[in-house]
């Protein structure tokens, strides 16, 4: 492929390591450690693989060469800027162990591994996607590595390759079937160690133990530079609110982050919302007041920021979908209806208070609602134009206001969804020098001959050089929760905690910001620049070590 | 406003200004000019203001102190990147003529000279916006400056201000008015120069003498930015295709210069869809047959780029549009009839040929074209979801396909505009040095005494150091043509050359393009790293040059 002028500048970037990492590592054990709940369930699970310490690696003042290891790496899940850094991190990693070492990369996901669909992936191809973004070096899937069938296809090839680690790069789900797979094959003495690493740009990997997880720091860096141009458009033309829906189903991190970078006039944060157990209505007329007391200053224009999730958050909402999600499965004339007997047939079948959400959405979504099904007969979510459907009734409020006195001004609304723009960027320093790290890292855990780890930096606030290199056992992130009627061990989801640092400055100033039209322009993403506007990690990060 | 970073490190870029703009400036006459067409026309429309020789600025040997002078500055029309850095070369501009020069901004467009709004801008308020995108500094309007009394309301605040020069930033018709005030001014012998500076991110103000509007250049590269990071992601997830639809009503440069800078699968030109007479299914025969082709490779994901303005440009849809226009408006009670009625009238009520046009839209797409009418009664085609009318009729077409045997594959489209994302991008190097220029050219035009002259710098793919400036006699830009029924003098409209080197380069390449998954992914803009990143022009711009 022809390569852009900055590709080629860029390339020549070589990431900062963790001075410990930058020559021979030794690796210094913590104590046993815990699963953050359910100790005793969990440990029953992983029997092979629980209560193992921390690890914290040290520069080793006795340099020893290791011996050549075959190591397998799948990307899996949604694409995060840098995941190619993790690869050539783990490349000269394992190579810098043994030359002779080898890099076999599982083709389009972990289905890869259980299809033996792989490629070696040798130094010139490594070289051709150093600090380049998206996936595509051996592209990724959503196969959920999860069935013994599945390990045991997958051993297969894993033996065949000689391959005695593999390193699975993934958000919650991919590193807690890391964990599942590091114990089984610990249990019949596979031969391999599963190590995982904290991918995804939704930030909604990281606990205690794991500071971040890679591509969130691009991808909030794109959507704050979009942001913030149509912030200066909206400033200069005055004329226009524009409605702003942002990636991140289960967590409102990004949305969080693009709001502290920007300051725009409004952000619906999804956890505050559903904590608050806000109805939509609600939302909308927190919105509908911002936009009329700005009109009441002259100021028909504005912006809003929504999390793509917002729908599934709230309560009343929720309700109103699974109701719809039975009422409907268990309906199967329903298609042959009328428009009209649908609307009909759904309020007549709901509970009264889903009825009421029901009869006060827009048309156009209610009947969304009703069409759009999964192959499972579920309501497509992700399908539904939270930004129209809000903007719609923020119009609608508006004008029952104007009816009341209480509003007099121009409401004009845009539109913008913002995911797939910022998934596949460029990684920002921050994320070259982490996402090189942690697979530099992994393959000093896989030297180590640990399993069920996940590739750990933490410091992340300071200069990469002092960053603090080491691994966790996965289990110790470890709760039960029920998923599809099944109680399972699985990493907690961080949402935004409304009583962290993020948050309360975002809190604390979103009344001023609503008013006062206190835009911040961030701008595209800088490489080449001065520390201050090329290094900075989010603010999220920032914020959240305050908290430490 | 609190500042970003990146605004604090770019305050400090000095715009590199052409050498012989660089010291005192003498102004060197060419030959008397004629308009482009219709010369006999428009001599007699300009009797005061036509035939003016090219202006040619030099250096100086024996520099002379200028008299202070009073300028007024006027933002008008959509946003561009670099109109702050016009007002700012424009302020050093006329502070280096002489220090007690003062230069007023008039208020929100063209309105704010008629309704006498302004503010002086000082040294201070300059400061505050060098290298800044946006128009916020004075803000910009719509208002068109076309009436006798207008220009007079407008002199009463000039004379009170002492304003002698007045610069207007805008698009073609901006600049077509500015030379209608200028020769109005000097008719009357109000004393006031106008000076008009070209601005459009459209790229459709450019000629034989003005080789690029401004804002072209950063709107292209972020939008660029953008379409190279979906495709990264496309390319990596393998699974969508990406419908990108990109402002630009009047002409394709914007898509061109994009499909240039990211080779996509497939771009749609609008003036080559004219100038081939073809109809919305042949537009959406070509894609679904590169889907089809893709599909048999085993690649179902790619990407399209649409212009804004495409359906005006189908002649077909135009006679459709034209239609339903007329048709409605001696219609009224149109809006009282069922969906189904409604549908019935207007297919019973068209000619033949746009009532099969009508017949083959989607159904949501034929009724919004007789829906969401603007105040007069006509189609809003700016709110035509192009991309999604396109995506639906593909997907209706493949399905078609596949019953005949022709396409066996997956088609799932997402759909992008990008438009607002990119008008007020903080200037590209580019950007900001030729809007500088431009701004300081302007006002050594003013300091030359002259009046309906056009801000020009040429030679633009040679350093800035290297720029030739001087000033065009915006008549020898005219024609005359139809609007409103009434024949007008007017800058025609630069459409994309079907035999221009930046289609023919796009034509020779797109079939291989097509099927080979050639994306390039440019990037951010860079403001700090080497040349070959941050300074190139447009593809565009390079390739016109080459026709020179």
């Given at each position: 492929?022809?390569?852009?002028?900055?590709?080629?500048?860029?390339?020549?970037?070589?990431?900062?390591?963790?001075?410990?990492?930058?020559?021979?590592?030794?690796?210094?054990?913590?104590?046993?450690?815990?699963?953050?709940a359910?100790?005793?369930e969990?440990?029953?699970?992983?029997?092979?693989?629980?209560?193992?310490?921390?690890?914290?690696?040290?520069?080793?003042?006795?340099?020893?060469?290791?011996?050549?290891?075959n190591?397998?790496?799948?990307?899996?899940?949604?694409?995060?800027?840098?995941?190619?850094n993790v690869?050539?991190?783990?490349?000269?990693?394992?190579?810098?162990?043994?030359?002779?070492?080898?890099?076999?990369?599982?083709?389009?996901?972990?289905?890869g591994?259980?299809?033996?669909?792989?490629?070696?992936?040798?130094?010139?191809?490594?070289?051709?996607?150093?600090?380049?973004?998206?996936?595509?070096?051996?592209?990724?899937?959503?196969?959920?590595?999860?069935?013994?069938?599945?390990f045991?296809?997958?051993?297969?090839?894993?033996?065949?390759?000689?391959?005695?680690?593999?390193?699975?790069?993934?958000?919650?789900?991919?590193?807690?079937?890391?964990?599942?797979?590091?114990?089984?094959?610990?249990?019949?003495?596979?031969?391999?160690?599963?190590?995982g690493?904290?991918?995804?740009?939704?930030?909604?990997?990281?606990?205690?133990?794991?500071?971040?997880?890679?591509?969130?720091?691009?991808?909030?860096?794109?959507?704050?530079?979009?942001?913030?141009?149509?912030?200066r458009?909206?400033?200069?033309?005055?004329?226009?609110?524009?409605?702003?829906?942002?990636?991140?189903?289960?967590?409102?991190?990004?949305?969080?982050?693009?709001?502290?970078?920007?300051?725009?006039?409004?952000?619906?944060?999804?956890e505050?919302?559903?904590?608050?157990?806000?109805?939509?209505?609600?939302?909308v007329?927190?919105?509908?007041?911002?936009?009329?007391?700005?009109?009441?200053?002259?100021?028909?224009?504005?912006?809003?920021?929504?999390?793509?999730?917002l729908?599934?958050?709230?309560p009343?909402?929720?309700?109103?979908?699974?109701?719809?999600?039975?009422?409907?499965?268990?309906?199967?004339?329903?298609?042959?209806?009328?428009?009209?007997?649908?609307?009909?047939?759904?309020?007549?079948?709901?509970?009264?208070?889903?009825?009421?959400?029901?009869?006060?959405?827009?048309?156009?979504?209610?009947?969304?609602?009703?069409?759009?099904?999964?192959?499972?007969?579920?309501?497509?979510?992700?399908?539904?134009?939270?930004?129209?459907?809000?903007?719609?009734?923020?119009?609608?409020?508006?004008?029952?206001?104007?009816?009341?006195?209480?509003?007099v001004?121009?409401?004009?609304?845009?539109?913008?969804?913002?995911?797939?723009?910022?998934?596949?960027?460029?990684?920002?320093?921050?994320?070259?020098?982490?996402?090189?790290?942690?697979?530099?890292?992994a393959?000093?855990?896989?030297?180590?001959?640990?399993?069920?780890?996940?590739?750990?930096?933490?410091?992340?606030?300071?200069?990469?050089?002092?960053?603090?290199?080491?691994?966790?056992?996965?289990?110790?992130?470890?709760n039960?929760?029920?998923?599809?009627?099944?109680?399972?061990?699985?990493?907690?989801?961080?949402?935004?905690?409304?009583?962290?640092?993020?948050?309360?400055?975002?809190?604390?100033?979103?009344?001023?910001?609503?008013l006062s039209?206190?835009?911040v322009?961030p701008?595209?993403?800088?490489?080449?620049?001065?520390?201050?506007?090329?290094?900075?990690?989010?603010?999220?990060?920032q914020?959240?070590?305050?908290?430490?």
């Amino acid at each position: 492929m022809k390569k852009s002028a900055l590709q080629i500048a860029r390339a020549a970037y070589q990431p900062k390591l963790p001075v410990t990492l930058t020559g021979s590592v030794k690796a210094i054990e913590g104590e046993p450690t815990q699963s953050v709940a359910d100790q005793e369930e969990i440990q029953k699970l992983f029997p092979n693989t629980y209560g193992l310490p921390e690890l914290r690696f040290e520069k080793n003042p006795n340099p020893i060469v290791g011996k050549p290891v075959n190591v397998g790496v799948i990307l899996s899940g949604g694409q995060a800027p840098g995941g190619h850094n993790v690869i050539c991190g783990l490349f000269d990693g394992i190579k810098k162990i043994n030359k002779d070492s080898r890099l076999y990369g599982f083709l389009m996901g972990p289905g890869g591994l259980v299809d033996h669909d792989y490629k070696e992936l040798t130094a010139d191809i490594i070289d051709e996607y150093r600090n380049t973004g998206g996936f595509d070096i051996i592209g990724s899937g959503r196969t959920k590595l999860e069935k013994q069938e599945q390990f045991d296809k997958g051993l297969e090839i894993l033996k065949q390759l000689g391959i005695s680690a593999l390193v699975i790069i993934g958000g919650d789900d991919s590193n807690t079937n890391a964990a599942v797979l590091a114990e089984y094959y610990k249990k019949i003495g596979a031969g391999v160690q599963v190590i995982g690493c904290p991918k995804t740009i939704d930030g909604d990997l990281k606990n205690e133990v794991v500071e971040a997880s890679f591509g969130f720091d691009t991808a909030t860096k794109v959507y704050s530079e979009l942001i913030g141009n149509i912030q200066r458009d909206c400033f200069s033309a005055k004329k226009y609110w524009h409605f702003i829906k942002l990636m991140g189903r289960s967590a409102s991190h990004i949305a969080l982050e693009c709001a502290l970078q920007t300051q725009p006039n409004v952000c619906i944060i999804s956890e505050e919302v559903e904590a608050k157990n806000q109805t939509l209505q609600d939302v909308v007329d927190y919105i509908a007041n911002i936009v009329a007391k700005r009109a009441a200053q002259g100021n028909n224009f504005g912006t809003v920021l929504i999390p793509e999730g917002l729908i599934e958050f709230i309560p009343a909402m929720k309700n109103l979908i699974a109701e719809l999600n039975d009422l409907l499965a268990k309906t199967p004339d329903f298609a042959a209806k009328t428009p009209a007997e649908q609307r009909q047939f759904v309020l007549g079948n709901l509970s009264q208070n889903s009825a009421t959400v029901y009869a006060s959405l827009p048309e156009g979504v209610a009947r969304q609602l009703t069409l759009d099904r999964d192959p499972h007969g579920n309501v497509q979510v992700s399908l539904i134009e939270t930004e129209k459907l809000l903007s719609e009734m923020v119009g609608n409020r508006l004008n029952e206001m104007k009816a009341e006195g209480k509003y007099v001004g121009k409401f004009s609304p845009l539109h913008h969804f913002f995911g797939y723009e910022g998934r596949c960027a460029a990684p920002s320093n921050f994320d070259a020098d982490y996402c090189y790290a942690l697979g530099y890292n992994a393959a000093c855990l896989i030297n180590a001959g640990v399993t069920g780890y996940i590739s750990s930096l933490r410091n992340l606030t300071k200069p990469s050089v002092q960053w603090l290199a080491g691994g966790i056992p996965i289990s110790m992130m470890f709760n039960m929760e029920r998923r599809h009627g099944e109680m399972k061990p699985v990493i907690q989801k961080a949402l935004v905690r409304l009583d962290g640092t993020p948050f309360l400055r975002f809190a604390a100033k979103r009344d001023d910001w609503a008013l006062s039209t206190a835009y911040v322009f961030p701008g595209p993403i800088q490489y080449f620049g001065p520390a201050e506007v090329c290094d900075q990690p989010t603010l999220t990060l920032q914020y959240e070590h305050l908290d430490k």
